[in-house]
């Protein structure tokens, strides 16, 4: 039996009552239900690795800790998710650099988006955000980078 995969939509403009939301759920999950199957990802031969750039050095991290331990014992924050941006000079195909991803952190809460030139992979342990049918958004976590 195959695993059920999950697909989130998200419009791209408001939709303004029930009714046109529920249409374009169902016209979404007509065109999805009727998609030609992808081609499988084969890795490209001699590829390199993709070498990253952190955003902060490791000393700027670690007072950046301590800033944020500050604030939670100051009772101005009680949780805190202090992120490191990731820089790099390569262009790899990002449906392999996904595939590639998804082999070394299989997390729960990973997503590809494709935006006509520009591509999202992200690996999450936790969930960031949460859309319902009805076009309902609620944050889960507050990042700071």
């Known amino acids: 039996m195959k695993p059920k ?23 979404i999950q007509q065109q999805l239900e009727t998609l030609d199957p ?16 952190l ?10 800790i301590r800033q944020c331990l500050d604030e939670i014992h100051e009772e101005e924050t009680y949780q805190v998710c202090l992120t490191n ?3 790099t000079d390569a262009t790899p195909d990002p449906l392999t650099f996904h595939s590639t991803l998804r082999k070394i952190n299989s997390a729960p809460y990973s997503a590809f988006l494709r ?10 342990p936790e969930r960031f955000l949460w859309i319902d049918r009805h076009n309902k958004r609620k944050p889960e976590l507050k990042t700071r980078s």
């Open 55 to 64: 955003s902060r050095t490791y000393q700027n991290y670690i007072q950046d």
């Open 85 to 87: 941006k990731l820089y």
């Open 5 to 27: 995969e999950t697909v989130f939509v998200i419009p791209t403009h408001r939709l303004r009552d029930t009714e046109q939301v529920e249409t374009w759920f169902n016209t």
């Open 115 to 124: 935006f006509g030139e520009i591509a999202i992979a992200c690996s999450s």
């Open 38 to 53: 992808l081609s499988s990802v084969v890795p490209q031969e001699n590829c390199q690795p993709v070498k990253f750039r």
